[in-house]
C-alpha cells in the first residue's frame, strides 16, 4: 500500500512564495510518475503539474513559469515550488502518485494567498 503525505501549506500574501512536499512510503517512487493536483472551495479538482520518471515535466498554463515541480527518488519526495502566488491559487493542494497503471492520492494540504 503506497501513502503519500503532504506539507508545506499554509497562509500567504499575494506575491508570496510556499514550498509543498509531498513523502511516499513504499519502494515504487522512482517508477512512478508523480503530480500536484489541487482544488479551490465549489470547484472541481484541477490538474496543476506533473513530472515523469525521466524527469520531464509539464504545467498548466496558468502556473508556467510560476511553479515547479521536482523529484528526490533518494527521499521518495516530490515538491512543488510556488512564486508569485495569486488569491486564485487558494485551494487545498493534493500529490499523486501513478504507477502500475494505479493512482494514489495525499490527503491534501491548505494553501490560502490572502493579503
Known amino acids: 500500500q503506497v501513502q503519500l503525505v503532504e506539507s508545506g501549506g499554509g497562509l500567504v500574501q499575494p506575491g508570496g512564495s510556499l514550498t509543498l512536499s509531498c513523502a511516499a512510503s513504499g519502494s515504487i517512487f522512482s517508477n512512478s510518475v508523480l503530480g500536484w493536483w489541487r482544488q479551490a472551495p465549489g470547484k472541481q479538482r484541477e490538474w496543476v503539474a506533473e513530472?515523469?520518471?525521466?524527469?520531464?515535466?509539464r504545467y498548466e498554463n496558468s502556473v508556467k513559469g510560476r511553479f515547479t515541480i521536482s523529484r528526490d527518488n533518494a527521499k521518495n519526495t516530490v515538491y512543488l515550488q510556488m512564486h508569485s502566488l495569486k488569491p486564485e491559487d487558494t485551494a487545498v493542494y493534493y500529490c499523486?502518485?501513478?504507477?502500475?497503471?494505479?493512482?494514489?492520492w495525499g490527503q491534501g494540504t491548505q494553501v490560502t494567498v490572502h493579503s
Open positions: 499523486r502518485l501513478v504507477v502500475h497503471a494505479r493512482a494514489y
Open positions: 513530472i515523469a520518471t525521466s524527469g520531464s515535466t
